[in-house]
């Protein structure tokens, strides 16, 4: 009796509700979890069916829906027509307010397990609260629909904590201030020939926005996972203990704003077939596994804006003689970088920084790189010894190197800065990249002994093809036996920037033609030669200071070929030099063999006292003893008398490596004088040079 009143009070107040303007929903709270709501508009009446039975009658326009009394707990009235409430308790019971139960939308749940079958034209939210460790949700839907996460913390077992069987859009949405956990279990029970590839997956595209908070542990696959695309425009995503990869997209990734923290064995971001596109955010990815990929898709790698910070420390593999590296990001296609701060830091053997098979274009931003592990050799596949080391930048393509600031440190043995198969350019006429790289690895054998040794030696700057630069702030620093500074294994070209380079081996090397055309340049090798073509040589403008070690190293070194100098300023100090070709030059230049002015100064000056050079000799205890020079400005004029002076003193002015301009010199002893009556004049207590070294010959050579 006491039931029934309650029943009929309930009936009595939806009845008079029906009339009130202020709500649009009635629900009906079922003793199993649901609450099926039907629109307010669509109510004809609701009474007691007056049979033996006594159901509850919801009558409509176009149908009657019976509730046998036993089963209704209470009536409600929302306003709220489009949110699907979904509430999980660590009971096992799930609560269900479904204000579209009679339009489309048919929810069923057991033992915490909830399926959503949405058969709507309308835009839906299902909003999702409460906690449990068995439980999970799965949506079919033809419609896209937004997940209001509001603090809900879902454990399944056997499959994936949340599994969208649409190809429709759905967007999580993170509440303020909340935080909601997902995780899956370790082995998955198939269901059909459904796909199920980790604790938040989707068929459809993916949507992540708000300020909540979303932590994800994938214990069998992915942590998030779409067939489609995803896009990450707010929240806080951890990603966690993640067996497969953090986040996977088979068509593209875009992170606009948000955080997220990924640690996975596998691959943080894989984009797949698609891009990845990374515009704003903070993001922080550690990856452990060897041979595995930071940031990874087959197509376009584009970051434009926010802060990307890589640690890894997984190493290459060998699988049948090929290597797989552990890269922080790493591309099929190309990489280009215009924008943001990226930060790497890799100790995994043989790990890539940056990689890509294509191209790299660096158009701005801020990237530094540290590569620790080191390099070994290995059989490749034709059976043959081979070699990896770790590279900070590395493109089987082109590198272009526009703007920015780039900072690389590789630390291994035969570590690599910037490394490109195919040309590398760096910098315009109106735009000049900061670069800073160093390498501390030493050089090791491939194969062979002795004077037949093959190497793996630390490079800097290398490229396989043609190396221009038009302007940059350059610095490079090699400390270790066979780092070379800036490399090409075709024509090196330097038409402007500053270059500030200190090696043990060749600070600068061309294997078929070096052109300086302008720039200010600083070569200093500790080992070998400031300078190094095998090839020809061509000087047409700027400022060369070079210095090579003792004989038979050069400051400038191309062998018996073309040496032409036409313009700049050079002076190169070293045991021995090429001499300029007398035939191939138009600016005067001068051979001096002197010994014992290690970190002197020396000063050049005309018939009438005014300074044509003031250079500081470097200070090395391997030119203390025998030294050769040689020196070229456009201030040295035809058929004209110079003095050469050494030691004395400088001050005011200006300096650059040791080379003054604007500056007084007083107190030097005059060492020689000579007539510019040659092109190239040779001073000094000996020959110019030593051909066997590609040491030139006095006046010129013998074309």
């Given amino acids: ?81 489009k949110t699907i409430h979904i509430t999980w308790t660590e009971e096992g019971n799930t609560r269900i307010l479904n204000p579209k139960a009679f339009e489309g939308i048919d929810i069923t749940t057991e033992n915490g397990h909830v399926v959503v079958q949405a058969n709507t034209e309308e835009e839906l939210t299902y909003a999702l609260s409460g906690k449990t460790t068995e439980g999970s949700l799965k949506i079919y839907s033809t419609k896209k629909f937004e997940l209001l996460m509001n603090g809900v913390d879902l454990t ?19 509440a303020t201030g909340l935080t909601n956990r997902l995780a899956d279990g370790s082995s998955y029970t198939p269901y059909g020939s459904e796909d199920m590839k980790g604790t938040l997956f989707s068929e459809g595209q993916l949507i992540f926005t708000g300020e909540g908070n979303l932590e994800i542990i994938g214990n069998k696959k992915h942590g998030i996972c779409s067939d489609d695309y995803i896009e990450v425009k707010g929240g806080n995503l951890v990603l966690k203990e993640i067996v497969g990869d953090g986040i ?18 596998d691959d943080a971001l894989d984009g797949e077939t698609g891009y990845i596109h990374i515009t704003g955010g903070n993001i922080n990815i550690d990856i452990k596994g060897n041979a595995a990929k930071g940031i990874k898709c ?26 797989s590296y552990c890269s922080a990001i790493k591309t099929d296609g190309n990489i280009c970088i215009d924008g943001g701060t990226l930060t790497i830091q890799h100790s995994g053997a043989g790990g890539k920084g940056m990689s890509a098979d294509g191209n ?17 050799t290995y059989t490749n596949t034709e059976g043959q010894t081979d070699a990896y080391s770790a590279t900070c930048i590395k493109a089987d393509g082109d590198i272009l190197i526009e703007a920015g600031n780039i900072a690389t440190r590789s630390t291994g043995a035969a570590g690599k800065g910037i490394s490109a198969d195919g040309e590398l350019t760096i910098g315009t006429e109106a735009s000049s990249p900061i670069i800073e790289i160093k390498t501390s690895g030493g050089r090791f054998i491939v194969s062979g002994r002795g004077e037949n040794a093959d190497y793996a030696n630390p490079k800097a700057i290398k490229s396989e093809g043609d190396l221009t630069i038009h302007n940059g702030n350059i610095t490079v620093e090699c400390t270790q036996d066979g780092g070379e500074g800036i490399e ?58 070079t210095s090579g070690t003792s004989v038979p190293e050069e400051g400038i070194d191309c062998d018996q070929n073309q040496f032409a100098i036409t313009g700049g300023i050079i002076i190169g100090t070293g045991g021995a030099t090429s001499t ?39 200070q090395k205890s391997a030119l203390s003893g025998q030294m050769v020079m040689v020196i070229s400005s456009n201030e040295l004029k035809a058929n004209t008398s110079y003095t050469l002076y050494t030691g004395g003193s400088v001050s005011g002015g200006n300096e650059f490596h040791g080379y003054y301009t604007d500056a ?35 006046g010129g050579r013998p074309w």
């Fill in 298 to 323: 087959d197509s376009l790698i584009h970051i434009s804006g926010g802060t990307t910070k890589i640690t890894a420390t997984g190493n290459v593999v060998i699988e049948e003689g090929d290597p």
């Fill in 360 to 376: 790299i274009s660096i158009l701005g931003g801020y990237i530094d790189i540290t590569t620790t592990g080191e390099g070994t």
């Fill in 156 to 174: 399944n077992n056997s499959g994936p904590a949340i599994n969208i069987q649409s190809g429709k859009k759905a967007t999580i949405t993170l």
């Fill in 580 to 618: 300029p070709t007398s035939s191939a030059c138009t600016q005067r230049c001068v051979v001096y063999n002197t010994s014992g002015l290690s970190g002197k100064l020396m000063h050049i000056a005309d018939e009438d006292g005014n300074g044509i050079i003031t250079y500081q000799i470097p």
């Fill in 1 to 81: 009796m006491h039931y029934c009143f309650t029943i009929l009070c309930l009936l009595i107040f939806a009845l008079y509700s029906l009339n009130s303007s202020a709500w649009e929903v009635c629900h009906f709270h079922l003793k199993n979890g649901l609450s099926p709501g039907v629109s307010i508009a669509r109510i004809d009446s609701i009474r007691f069916s007056g049979d033996a039975n006594e159901r509850i009658l919801l009558c409509m326009k176009d149908t009657t829906i019976r509730f046998e009394r036993t089963e209704v707990d209470s009536i409600s009235f929302s306003n709220d027509p």
């Fill in 488 to 545: 090409s294994k075709s024509t090196l070209t330097i038409a402007g920037g500053t270059l500030e380079i200190e090696t043990v081996d060749d600070a600068i090397n061309a294997s078929k033609h070096l052109a300086i055309n302008g720039g200010k340049i600083y070569c200093n090798a500790s080992g070998n030669d400031g300078i190094d073509s095998n090839g020809t040589i061509s000087i047409s403008g700027g400022l060369t200071l």
């Fill in 248 to 265: 996977h997209a088979n068509d593209y990734i875009k992170i606009e704003n948000g955080q997220l923290d990924i640690c996975a064995n």
């Fill in 664 to 698: 007084i010199y007083s107190n030097g002893s005059s060492q020689t004088t000579f007539t510019t009556t040659n092109m190239v004049t040779t001073i000094g207590s000996s020959g110019g040079g030593f051909p066997g070294g590609g040491g030139g010959f006095p």
